[in-house]
């Protein structure tokens, strides 16, 4: 059993910049791929970017434009998304999800736990 507490989300003016916090808890081997998703309302829950533990490799969802950084600190047992220049539509519940399988997953479906997410709006 893995427990995902995310922190981070508020309000910020549209070009600012948030970094969310996820803390994970539980073992290590239940959590071997992280990733973050968000759901906006009305919309299914989407892809952000991931991040696997072993070796720190970072992928990343197909519309991403270089705007977010996915990262993780091992010491911490904490996974970060960096946001910037933030747009209203990046506005959204941001979700932390964990998975022990060695799979570079972007489905939700491919993720095993989740914390009860973070709220980010953006908007002037």
């Known amino acids: 059993q893995v427990q995902l507490v995310e922190s981070g989300g508020g309000s910020v003016q549209p070009g600012g910049s948030l970094r969310l916090s996820c803390v994970a808890s539980?073992?290590?081997?239940?959590?071997?791929?992280m990733a973050w998703f968000r759901q906006a309302p009305g919309k299914d829950r989407e892809f952000v970017g991931g991040?696997?533990?072993?070796?720190?490799?970072?992928y990343y969802s197909d519309s991403d434009n270089g705007r977010i950084t996915v990262s993780g600190d091992n010491a911490k047992s904490t996974l970060y998304l960096m946001m910037n220049s933030l747009k209203p539509e990046d506005t959204a519940v941001y979700y932390c999800?964990?998975?022990?399988?060695?799979?570079?997953?972007?489905?939700?479906?491919?993720?095993?736990?989740w914390g009860q997410g973070t709220q980010v709006t953006v908007s002037s």
């Open positions: 991040f696997v533990w072993n070796g720190g490799h970072k």
């Open positions: 999800a964990a998975t022990g399988k060695l799979v570079v997953g972007a489905d939700p479906a491919d993720f095993d736990s």
């Open positions: 539980g073992r290590a081997s239940s959590r071997s791929v």
